[in-house]
């Protein structure tokens, strides 16, 4: 049967367009994103497309499919001009996503907040079908804050209804500069069950994740992807892991900071035996865990482990692992193991350039056998540690392991792993870099005044007050007969004073605070 078909497009689209709601749709500009998914859908691009986006917030969604003359050089842009001002937010009931690119090619987003305040399979930006080369950059993604399974801030997935269906969902994905708040989890990426059909090239760096329920970053069935200088912290759930990474391949996750409340890096089943092209690394990270395992690494192989700071209970642990190389870590942990291998180590396997400190008996825990301390451990297996050391470290807090001092670390590292910018991209020394995350100068004291009161005779300021300093030594101890302490103070008012406060007796010793009062300071 013969017949013409009508689409309404007279061209594709190409050049520079605006979002506005207050002009109609027309000419260079359309009043909505339906209107412009409309287009995209049916008509296609030429060339570059840019899309200005006028302030505002917008509650619709956006949903786009295989759109034709889209390539790397006829990309597709969405510019929302500053996060704070452009807000595309949706209501899902179910299976909705505010964005939703199925098959959808080179498409960026930037500079806007893309928000979901559904609590059931509900997306903030869902990706499926070979949506590939999409970047979401400088971005708000807004989710709630729920326990609810399936609310996330962007998904790889190949159902609508569930973010862990397995399918070649989205390669060359970028995911940078965003903060990401909510959700069960902040990001979800789902790949293929095989290495065939396994996502790769996928990218997360230098996003903030917040406030997530379950995990940060969530990945499975994923190859050659990169997780590297993200913050992650203030998870919800007692159980909430940062990290968590299954059936994954030829990958690399550094210079990240983690605080998280349950494991902060966990990996399974990494190049299991697929004949990996490259070694996997992890390295320059910080990793905080106030409940379990620090970095777990189980069922992994061809595995290099550098330049890691870790404090957890375990600290690090590794199970059913095949020539891992793990060097220049610093490994604390308050009340477990430090180093927890649940294998005997193989002939593979590399341990070497550690520092190591527990709060237990029982700080190293190698197959079946127990170690109350690193020279037992040396002794047992002469083949690893010949050069770590046993030292408790001075870290800036508890939940931020820059180094203030360490003897152990300091200038001690194995310099041919081949790590040359710390996690804060300072330059590693070329000839004694430091073990851990970061390349510090040790200090070999430090005081700190932690608090000040003005302590009242009266309601009112009097000619007979109290005034209080508190000093906290963090470093080493300080004996105050040869180095006393000295506090000077000024009052400015209609009655100007000033004196001096010190001590001179007894030690001061690390992590103590010590009181020095004025009396009868006049401060009316």
């Known amino acids: 049967v013969a017949g013409n078909i009508t689409t309404g497009c007279v061209t594709a689209i190409s050049g520079t367009y605006t979002i506005d709601p207050m002009l109609p749709t027309g000419g260079t500009n359309f009043a909505s994103f339906t209107d412009v998914a409309t287009e995209l859908n049916n008509?296609?691009?030429?060339?570059?497309?840019?899309?200005?986006?006028?302030?505002?917030?917008?509650?619709?969604?956006?949903?786009?499919?295989?759109?034709l003359g889209v390539s790397a050089t006829n990309t597709v842009t969405f510019n929302g001009g500053n996060s704070d001002d452009v807000i595309l937010t949706y209501s899902s009931t179910t299976d909705t996503a505010t964005i939703f690119l199925n098959g959808?090619?080179?498409?960026?987003?930037?500079?806007?907040?893309?928000?979901?305040?559904?609590?059931?399979?509900?997306?903030?930006?869902?990706?499926?079908?070979?949506?590939?080369?999409?970047?979401?950059?400088?971005?708000?993604?807004?989710?709630?804050?729920?326990?609810?399974?399936?609310?996330?801030?962007?998904?790889?997935?190949?159902?609508?209804?569930?973010?862990?269906?397995?399918?070649?969902?989205?390669?060359?994905?970028?995911?940078?500069?965003?903060?990401?708040?909510?959700?069960?989890?902040?990001?979800?990426?789902?790949?293929?069950?095989?290495?065939?059909?396994?996502?790769?090239g996928n990218v997360i760096t230098n996003n903030i994740f917040?406030?997530?329920?379950?995990?940060?970053?969530?990945?499975?069935?994923?190859?050659?992807?990169?997780?590297?200088?993200?913050?992650?912290?203030?998870?919800?759930?007692?159980?909430?892991?940062?990290?968590?990474?299954?059936?994954?391949?030829?990958?690399?996750?550094?210079?990240?900071?983690?605080?998280?409340p349950d494991y902060?890096?966990?990996?399974?089943?990494?190049?299991?035996?697929?004949?990996?092209?490259?070694?996997?690394?992890?390295?320059?990270?910080?990793?905080?865990?106030?409940?379990t395992y620090g970095i777990y690494l189980n069922d992994i192989e061809e595995v290099d482990a550098f330049h890691n700071s870790v404090t957890g209970n375990p600290a690090f642990s590794i199970n059913d692992q095949n020539n891992v190389d793990i060097r220049n870590n610093i490994m604390f942990?308050?009340?477990?193991?430090?180093?927890?291998?649940?294998?005997?180590?193989?002939?593979?396997?590399?341990?070497?350039?550690?520092?190591?400190y527990s709060g237990t008996a029982i700080p190293f825990d190698i197959g079946p056998d127990d170690f109350t301390s690193l020279a037992d451990w040396i002794t047992d297996d002469p083949s690893q540690n010949a050069n770590s050391a046993y030292e408790e470290p001075v870290f800036l807090s508890a939940n931020d392991l820059h180094v203030l001092n360490s003897a152990a670390a300091d200038n001690t590292a194995d310099i041919s792993v081949g790590v040359t910018l710390d996690i804060d991209g300072e330059v590693r020394s070329v000839t004694t870099p430091d073990i851990g995350a970061d390349e510090f100068v040790s200090i070999s004291g430090d005081l700190a005044i932690v608090n000040v009161e003005f302590n009242r005779n009266d309601p009112c300021l009097t000619n007979m007050d109290t005034i209080s300093v508190y000093?906290?030594?963090?470093?080493?101890?300080?004996?105050?007969?040869?180095?006393?302490?000295?506090?000077?103070?000024?009052?400015?008012g209609p009655v100007n004073s000033s004196g001096t406060l010190t001590a001179n007796?007894?030690?001061?010793?690390?992590?103590?605070?010590?009181?020095?009062?004025?009396?009868n300071v006049d401060l009316s």
């Open 43 to 67: 008509c296609g691009v030429s060339g570059p497309v840019v899309f200005n986006i006028a302030a505002g917030t917008y509650t619709e969604t956006l949903s786009l499919g295989e759109m």
């Open 104 to 200: 959808s090619d080179y498409i960026t987003f930037k500079n806007m907040t893309i928000a979901n305040t559904g609590t059931v399979d509900a997306w903030g930006v869902l990706l499926t079908n070979l949506a590939d080369f999409v970047t979401i950059d400088s971005c708000v993604i807004d989710m709630p804050y729920t326990s609810t399974t399936d609310v996330v801030g962007i998904v790889s997935t190949a159902s609508i209804s569930s973010a862990t269906t397995a399918g070649n969902n989205a390669n060359y994905l970028t995911i940078s500069n965003n903060l990401i708040k909510g959700g069960d989890i902040g990001v979800r990426l789902t790949g293929g069950t095989t290495s065939i059909t396994a996502d790769t």
């Open 210 to 260: 917040r406030g997530q329920d379950d995990h940060a970053i969530d990945i499975d069935g994923e190859a050659n992807f990169i997780i590297s200088y993200n913050d992650i912290d203030s998870l919800l759930n007692a159980s909430g892991d940062a990290i968590y990474l299954v059936d994954v391949d030829d990958f690399e996750v550094y210079n990240n900071t983690i605080v998280s």
């Open 264 to 291: 902060g890096l966990y990996i399974n089943d990494a190049n299991d035996g697929i004949g990996t092209l490259q070694r996997t690394k992890v390295y320059n990270n910080m990793v905080v865990t106030t409940g």
């Open 333 to 356: 942990s308050y009340n477990d193991h430090a180093f927890y291998s649940f294998d005997a180590l193989g002939t593979g396997d590399v341990i070497d350039y550690n520092v190591y």
């Open 471 to 492: 000093v906290k030594r963090s470093i080493g101890a300080l004996d105050l007969s040869v180095t006393p302490i000295s506090v000077s103070y000024t009052v400015n």
């Open 505 to 519: 007796t007894g030690t001061l010793t690390q992590g103590d605070t010590i009181e020095l009062q004025a009396y």
